[in-house]
């Protein structure tokens, strides 16, 4: 990884913004259900309690539409507290004169925690006043939240532009993770991709389709690829406008000699409901009335096959609708042969994460991305602007 981190500043005494991705999910009374992302943010935070740091957390909560006291970081604050083991201040602003005055009071080892920092519209607006305020609570500036990466807003890059910026470790493990993936691919290099739409994924596929062995497609996408290979696909859902680009990608994969394997079987239901009927079809043959929920059986057992011999695998995009546990196999056997392989593996994507995690094998993989959107435009081999505005090495 080429951009510094925590490690190369000299933080003792210093105040120290920490952009954090403390966007945890809370119930209709406002507790948290999840505290996964707060837990996250924890070793850079204890670096710099533990360094003499006067430690600034910055994050945003949920979409709030100006000031909204559902969405205040009070219950974080509390948690984050809890988990730490020492007490968290809370700021009722993210900035002006008192919170400036509470920043200047910090002692070394202190922590604070700004308010909701989309209380501000200025902050998805990237406002250059509005960073200019955020940075002058602090001489130093970590950015630890890499589920916002993608996004210039002004606390994630408007700020970097201001003070010296540096990557927190789960900001420097994503980086090391996926670009481990993108830059040194070991081969065999497998990529499993699902989901439900092409549009979503054609980036990724573009940019993987130069580096990979093979290209394993599953979820409702494959049937796109299925139907524009002259398939029968029934009820299935259908990307209708991809139709081209996954002709156009079949052709590529050919060029490039990469081994593209769409599914053979499916598992096709008359409904999406639990107690739907079902039963498994040829990939390219659905009946009317019918529509692929999953991959079928001996497409699990192909792709898991695959992925097993890889030496390098990387997972975006559910087989199906996992949400569904009758439809969930396929999602089960692609992610039973990611633990079971002795690849590096790597899971992304807001819905494959969601899924690995139910499935309780998050740990057993060895990255599971904390980014949905940043995951995927890392992978599509963009710049993400959060990244791309710290210092380099
Ligand atoms: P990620 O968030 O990991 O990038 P996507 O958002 O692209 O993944 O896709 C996840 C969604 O795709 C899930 O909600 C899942 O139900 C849906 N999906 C997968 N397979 C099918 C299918 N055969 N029919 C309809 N929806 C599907
Ligand atoms: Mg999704």
Redesign the pocket.
């Known amino acids: 990884m080429n951009k510094k981190t925590v490690r190369d500043l000299d933080v003792a005494g210093k105040r120290v913004l920490v952009r954090v991705d403390f966007n945890v999910p809370l119930d209709e009374s406002g507790n948290i259900t999840d505290d996964t992302r707060i837990r996250a943010a924890l070793p850079t935070i204890r670096y710099l309690v533990d360094h003499g740091a006067r430690t600034i957390l910055v994050s945003h909560l949920g979409r709030p539409k100006g000031v909204d006291d559902k969405l205040r970081l009070d219950p974080v604050a509390a948690r984050l507290q809890e988990l730490l083991g020492k007490p968290v201040q809370k700021a009722n602003d993210s900035i002006g004169p008192a919170v400036q005055e509470q920043a200047q009071k910090l002692n070394d080892g202190d922590v604070l925690l700004l308010e909701n920092v989309r209380f501000y519209k200025e902050e998805e607006k990237n406002d250059p006043e509005f960073a200019k305020q955020l940075a002058s609570l602090a001489e130093l500036y970590v950015n630890d939240a890499f589920g916002t990466a993608h996004r210039a807003h002004a606390s994630t890059e408007g700020v970097a532009h201001l003070l010296p910026g540096v990557a927190g470790f789960l900001m420097e493990k994503e980086i090391a993770s996926l670009g481990r993936v993108l830059e040194n691919p070991e081969h065999p290099f497998v990529a499993v991709l699902?989901?439900?739409?092409v549009k979503?994924?054609i980036g990724v596929i573009e940019n993987l389709l130069q580096k990979v062995d093979s290209l394993l497609i599953?979820?409702?996408?494959?049937?796109t690829f299925v139907k524009a290979q002259g398939g029968k696909i029934g009820d299935?859902?259908l990307d209708e406008g991809s139709l081209d680009v996954a002709r156009d990608t079949l052709e590529k994969a050919k060029a490039r000699g990469v081994r593209l394997e769409l599914p053979v079987d499916?598992l096709a239901a008359d409904r999406?409901a639990p107690d739907a009927n079902t039963r498994v079809v040829p990939a390219n043959d659905i009946p009317d009335g019918w529509?692929?929920?999953?991959i079928g059986p001996e497409t699990g057992r192909r792709f898991a096959e695959i992925a097993k011999d890889a030496k390098m695998v990387v997972w975006?995009?559910?087989?199906?609708?996992?949400?569904?546990d009758a439809?969930a196999e396929g999602t089960r056997a692609v992610a039973r042969a990611l633990v079971d392989s002795s690849a590096f593996t790597v899971v992304?994507?807001?819905?494959?994460?969601?899924?690995i995690e139910e499935l309780g094998m998050a740990d057993r993989v060895s990255h599971v991305s904390t980014g949905?959107g940043a995951?995927?435009e890392f992978l599509e081999g963009k710049e993400l602007p959060g990244i791309a505005a710290l210092q380099d090495k």
């Not at 975006?316 to 569904?324: K, L, R, T």
């Open positions: 699902g989901g439900a739409k979503d994924k599953g979820g409702a996408m494959a049937f299935t859902l499916a999406i529509r692929a929920v999953d975006n995009g559910p087989m199906g609708i996992f949400e569904i439809f992304g994507g807001g819905d494959s994460v969601a899924a949905g995951s995927l």
